[in-house]
């Protein structure tokens, strides 16, 4: 006898997929043939049925699998960032305002930039945290979103802060309910995503007269995006100018439709800003709004900021407030002067009760964290906290507490400075001191104003209670998040990251949502924006590196514990679109404008299936006396100790830096004759590669005046663009194993930085012996396009 057992899971599907008969079974014969020939035929026709419906069922849980998948991600997602990335070490900090510069120990393989961290005391609990703005060699600089920098340690730990990335995560799950249960503004968002082929295509028929001055493949992308009704893909490789794109859309539409809504959404600030830039050059009277933190953002948009054209607001309505008083006062023969005086006296008194406030508030949540830790704790200097055990859930609850009590701290700091600026005020009015009005107790402040008004006159009496009205409102206007909604309804385009919209954006409907950088976007990171709109319109490059190149997309393991797979991973939502959306809803920018064309042709040809035009026919004749050809491929076959080192999970080549060393020695030399200067990108797969040439280059930097030199791995360079790119390969090994070079995306990003020169250095001969990696094709473009590439050995 055989015996198996099944699991629950397998049954419940067994289950799921059988049908219950509507009959009931005997043996024997019938009593009426004929009947039994029918109810025969019934059965097997509902059979047929049954399977048919099943497979209908089947089809839509295929459809309706994406929503399962996206949401498993976020899951996944969780789970893997409570124990995410080892803390990064770091030797010495500087402080510089908003941000802290760390100086690490050793150099992270992957790109962390846009990751929450947080360095804690000896105890675990926060002292600082914020995002990492930027890698650049072993600096890493951290945008400070709480805490204080004076209490950083020179030497410690940056750990990875789960509960800013838990924020991030609750905001894609609920923009992924809204549209999974068809709660977006757009109520068949979720229809159209299960059913791409019902998505309407744009008509291209549209007669308009362009602002800007665009090229014929631009023209016709923006026809496309003008006219759309549903999604619009656009494919923007390096230098089509997605900007000028996205700029031509916004300005034809608020042309046409002032009252139009538009939220322009991306990954990056810098994108933002440069979108933000254009448009308000091209039309200074739109209304324009910026979400961001103010450190963060290009000096260029300050004035757009929620919180400055805020405060713009504040200030206009606190001096038309000011402005009634006066006439008032006046139309009842009070003094102006007085009630002036009394106003800033009632804001003094306002100000004074709100520190009272918070400083009872810090002396609450101290009392709470005492009795949590049973120890003396000083507010001032948490670092004081003594060394005990305390369990997981206690010093999460010690963390939520130390937040508060830095808010309240900087809420207290802030209070505190309006005090001074009120008192710097009166000082002027009156003959008192900025001490002795600052040492005025709340009662004092009220006798100050009794002085100052009648109590006996019943207009002076309603004075009064005008300034308390005037001044609580006052106090309350603009100081709260109340007050965004408005301010952001007046507004015709709002401009955020996906991640970084605020809540109150999340009640907004949109006409039109943009997204810049939508590929480097995960699924549900873009779906944050798309909720709130009407019309979408996802501009992206897919040939260029996806949000996933980090070691969970690589984890089989961990990802079969979520039933997903390396390509549900690595699909975004752009991908997606691309892939299953009718030909006419997806774009191409197709005419480059960065790279002179022996670079764009090469580009073009190796990732872009010769669809990239270049525009640019000039060539730095300067830059002949030191490159053959301005695409070179130095060659280190050859050259002495050429193959790769091994550095503890990393890899360099210290051949390679020599010849850049020289390289660049040589071009510095070139430019100072030339009286040119040259702004120069060198980048490698490889932690350990860039180790060694900032260690290499260092000592050199200094000399060389004609020349910007930046080294960086090619993850963290992504976006932006040098005069002259240098690669580094470095790898080389007998056994043919090519590591990252195996990565199209990456390879892309890496040959597509420079504007006028690219230099690859590498051991050609490895490349192309290797297994199957895109340098077999960057190497037969080179051979093949001697009139403007080059393979030869460096001239050492």
């Known amino acids: 006898m055989n015996a198996w057992s099944t699991s629950y899971w397998q049954l419940e599907q067994r289950r799921e997929r059988s049908w219950i008969l509507p009959y009931e079974f005997r043996f ?66 500087t402080r510089d305002g908003n941000r802290v510069t760390f100086e690490l120990s050793e ?12 360095v804690t005391n000896p105890k675990g609990i926060s002292i600082l945290g914020g995002d990492i703005e930027q890698v650049i ?24 802060d789960t509960r800013a990335a838990e924020v991030a995560l609750n905001r894609q799950k609920n923009a992924l309910d809204a549209i999974r249960f068809d709660r977006g503004v757009r109520s068949d968002i979720r229809q159209l995503l299960v059913n791409p082929q019902e998505v309407r295509i744009p008509d291209l028929e549209v007669d308009l007269q362009f602002i800007q001055s665009l090229n014929e493949s631009q023209e016709q992308v923006v026809k496309a995006a003008l006219s759309t009704e ?11 100018g997605k900007t000028t794109f996205i700029t031509e859309v916004v300005l034809q539409i608020l042309n046409q439709k002032p009252e139009t809504r538009i939220l322009l959404s991306s990954q990056t600030h810098v994108a933002l800003d440069n979108a933000l830039e254009r448009i308000k050059a091209k039309d200074p009277h739109l209304k324009l709004l910026r979400i961001g933190n103010h450190e963060r953002v290009s000096e260029n948009v300050h004035s757009l900021l929620l919180e400055e054209q805020m405060e713009q607001w504040r200030e206009s309505a606190i001096a038309k407030g000011q402005e009634f008083i006066d006439n008032w006062s006046a139309q009842r023969g009070i003094s102006g002067h007085n009630s002036e005086i009394a106003t800033l006296f009632q804001e003094m008194r306002n100000l004074g009760i709100k520190i009272e406030t918070f400083r009872e508030e810090v002396n609450a949540w101290k009392q709470d964290l005492d009795e949590i830790l049973a120890i003396n704790y000083d507010i001032e200097n948490p670092d004081s906290l003594l060394e005990t ?99 952001i309804k007046r507004s015709q385009v709002i401009a955020g990251t996906c991640i970084g919209i605020p809540r109150e954006i999340q009640d907004i409907e949109f006409d039109l949502c943009i997204v810049d950088e939508a590929s480097k976007a995960t699924a549900t990171e873009v779906l944050v924006p798309m909720a709130r709109s009407h019309r979408w319109i996802l501009v992206g490059d897919p040939k260029q590196l996806p949000p996933f190149k980090d070691e969970v997309s690589r984890n089989s393991d961990f990802l079969d514990e979520y039933e997903l797979t390396q390509d549900d991973i690595r699909e975004t939502l752009f991908d997606r679109l691309l892939r299953t959306l009718p030909d006419g809803c997806h774009k191409m920018l197709t005419i480059q404008h960065r790279m002179v064309a022996p670079i764009g042709d090469l580009v073009s040809e190796c990732f872009y299936e010769g669809q990239l035009k270049s525009a640019r026919t000039d060539i730095d004749k300067d830059l002949a006396k030191i490159l053959l050809k301005p695409v070179t491929w130095l060659t280190t076959t050859k050259l002495k100790n050429y193959r790769e080192q091994s550095v503890n ?12 060393v020289e ?10 004759q030339a009286e040119k200067k040259y702004s120069v990108a060198v980048l490698t797969g490889y932690a350990a590669q860039l180790k060694l040439l900032n260690r290499s280059l260092n000592s050199e930097l200094k000399n060389w005046q004609a020349l910007t030199v930046e080294c960086n791995t090619v993850d963290a360079f992504q976006g932006r663009e040098a005069d002259i790119a240098v690669y580094s390969v470095t790898r080389s090994n007998r056994q043919g194993k090519v590591g990252f070079l195996r990565d199209a995306e990456r390879l892309n990003v890496a040959l597509s930085r420079g504007k006028v020169g690219l230099v690859i250095v590498g051991d050609h001969y490895f490349c192309r012996t290797s297994q199957e990696n895109p340098l077999h094709r960057v190497l037969d473009y080179i051979e093949r396009h001697t009139e403007n590439c080059a393979l030869t050995e460096p001239g050492l």
């Open 28 to 93: 024997g014969k019938p009593r009426n043939l004929y009947e039994a020939e029918d109810v025969i035929r019934d059965l097997e026709d509902a059979v047929i049925e049954h399977e048919d419906n099943l497979k209908e069922q089947e089809d839509e849980k295929e459809k309706q699998r994406i929503f399962q998948v996206w949401w498993d991600i976020l899951r996944a997602k969780g789970d893997w960032e409570k124990n995410r990335e080892k803390p990064i070490k770091y030797e010495g900090c």
């Open 107 to 118: 150099l992270p393989e992957d790109d962390l930039a846009g990751q929450p961290r947080h």
């Open 137 to 160: 060699g072993d600096k890493l600089t951290l945008y400070i979103k709480y805490g204080e920098s004076e209490r950083l340690p020179q030497s410690g730990e940056l750990r990875f």
């Open 230 to 240: 549903d999604f619009l893909i656009v494919q923007g490789p390096p230098g089509t």
């Open 389 to 487: 055990h305390i369990p997981k859930d206690k010093l999460e609850e010690c963390q939520s507490i130390e937040v508060e009590i830095n808010i309240l701290r900087q809420q207290l700091k802030e209070a505190r400075q309006q005090q001074k600026e009120k008192a710097k005020r009166l000082k002027e009015l009156t003959r008192s001191s900025i001490n002795q009005l600052l040492r005025l107790s709340v009662e004092e402040i009220q006798e100050q104003i009794n002085q100052l008004i009648d109590q006996n006159n019943s207009d002076s009496k309603m004075l009064q209670n005008l300034l308390k009205i005037q001044t609580e409102w006052f106090e309350q206007f603009g100081r709260n998040d109340k007050f965004n909604i408005p301010l």
């Open 649 to 660: 999970s990393s890899f360099n080549n210290t051949c390679e830096v020599k010849v850049i």
């Open 663 to 672: 390289f660049l020695k040589q071009l510095n030399q070139i430019a100072v």
